[in-house]
């Protein structure tokens, strides 16, 4: 289970970074903060994304690890 969690702390932390990075933006140029915002979404999306893969990579072997089967992580 740690390391899922430790994947999914990375992924909080990537969404807040972008959500504080956007709101920044538009508030230092206020009058395009729609659009910021609008691109903060899409990276949002796109981190949310790319994780899937590595969070269930670590799931998958978070189950092994419970199971007592080797996983290779040495």
Do not use: K, N
Not at 17 to 40: C, F, H, N, Q, Y
Not at 42 to 48: G, L, Q, T
Not at 49 to 73: E, Y
């Amino acid at each position: 289970m740690r390391r899922t969690i430790v994947e999914l702390i990375f992924l909080a932390i990537g969404l807040g970074v972008a959500a504080i990075i956007a709101s920044l933006a538009s508030w230092a140029v206020p009058g395009i903060g729609r659009t910021i915002w609008m691109i903060a979404y899409v990276v949002m999306a796109i981190d949310v994304l790319l994780r899937i893969m590595p969070i269930r990579r670590a799931w998958v072997r978070d189950r092994a690890a419970r199971q007592g089967v080797p996983h290779g992580d040495g």
